[in-house]
């Protein structure tokens, strides 16, 4: 039973490319709170924060980059070939991360938490979970699986595979295995099963209410919007981007779309996510004969609502230039225009400078001044 009352705590682990992170974003569309605890590890090393000093104490300042981060890679390639170093590593970012994950699911006001771990087998927090879930992958899906998302060799992937403990341990703990065979019709059917099992027992509610302001409504995309999701951005993008609706269920695995509904035809929509507590606004798209003004206002106010549902500490958004244009929308909002580098937070910085691109315009604006890891 899990050690936090009221709560029904969910561990979420998997080997390497068997989509775990998607099943997690699953069951944040759902209505859980979800935790990536591979991801408050990075925060937990950043300059300033709890484990940084201890990290450096450890291997030396040749591990840090020209900015004085250290330079995960250079970490990764350390830990990963000595057994020892990583015993050291995880003795010391270990507990700063269960703290983490403390403040976290106190603080989360959904019923159901999920907290995603590759190594939460050997780690305490197993012992903290209500039910175990496995995402699991035939490996020949793991391996197409890295090379086209991370730009691995064949070779390469096999041997990230392969350094991990078997995935029929995992299997073998778990209460629910998720097989994620790479058709994410099915992995949402598997997914929305297995959560038919958790769900009566909450009162968690949707993170987009439906209130209209005027005959404006917006309300949270589902799987089944997806075609018109894709004819919306294939058009409104002028055919830069063109999607189908096997593009926009993969692209649900990663984050939500709010939809704009005017007069009850869709004229608007966000694509968003919040990552590792912050929140990142990279699909924009309104109907240029519509009220862009109002809209872009409506959305954005959503966007914030449901990020303070998941504890986001900062909103960014990225907008083409026509939508940067709207100087009393930001004003009115609170949000400036900022280089990613001048974000000042680590985590911020790394979300900022991985979405933008050259066509974009960042829009920042801090929602909570309480953060986690915060530096000390």
């Not at 968690?204 to 089944?224: A, M």
């Amino acid at each position: 039973m899990s050690k936090w009352p009221g709560k029904y705590i969910i561990g979420l682990t998997g080997n390497i490319a068997t989509g775990k992170s998607v099943v997690r974003r699953m069951l944040e569309h759902l209505g859980a709170y979800t935790i990536d605890a591979d991801a408050l590890s990075h925060r937990a090393i950043a300059k300033g924060a709890p484990g940084y000093q201890p990290v450096i104490d450890l291997f030396g300042k040749w591990l840090l980059g020209k900015d004085g981060e250290i330079d995960r890679a250079k970490l990764a390639s350390l830990v990963f070939r000595d057994g020892q170093a990583l015993a050291q590593l995880e003795d010391a970012i270990h507990p700063l991360v269960a703290q983490a994950v403390e403040h976290l699911v106190n603080r989360a006001t959904q019923r159901v938490v999920v907290i995603e771990a590759i190594k939460l087998m050997e780690s305490s927090l197993k012992t903290s979970c209500d039910s175990i879930w496995t995402a699991y992958a035939p490996e020949e899906v793991q391996i197409e699986r890295l090379i086209r998302k991370r730009s691995m060799s064949r070779e390469q992937a096999l041997e990230r595979i392969h350094a991990q403990s078997p995935q029929s341990e995992k299997v073998a703990a778990a209460n629910v295995v998720i097989r994620n065979t790479g058709s994410y019709d099915e992995l949402w059917r598997q997914v929305t099963q297995a959560w038919k099992q958790v769900s009566p027992i909450t009162d968690t509610l949707p993170l987009i209410r439906k209130e209209p302001v005027g005959d404006i409504l917006v309300q949270r995309g589902r799987p089944r919007d997806s075609q018109s999701i894709a004819e919306l951005i294939t058009r409104l993008s002028h055919g830069k981007r063109k999607m189908n609706s096997e593009d926009v269920m993969e692209a649900f695995g990663e984050r939500a779309y709010l939809l704009v509904l005017a007069g009850g035809k869709l004229v608007g929509l966000a694509g968003w996510q919040v990552e590792n507590l912050v929140s990142r606004t990279t699909d924009l798209y309104i109907e240029s004969g519509a009220n862009v003004a109002a809209i872009l206002e409506s959305l954005i106010h959503e966007v914030e609502r449901a990020s303070h549902d998941l504890q986001s500490e900062a909103s960014l958004v990225f907008v083409s230039a026509d939508l940067a244009a709207q100087d009393n929308v930001w004003k009115k909002l609170a949000y400036e225009k900022r280089a990613p580098q001048s974000l000042g937070v680590q985590a911020w910085q790394d979300a900022a400078i991985e979405s933008m691109t050259a066509e974009s315009a960042l829009f920042f604006k801090q929602l909570r001044q309480d953060r986690v890891l915060r530096p000390i």
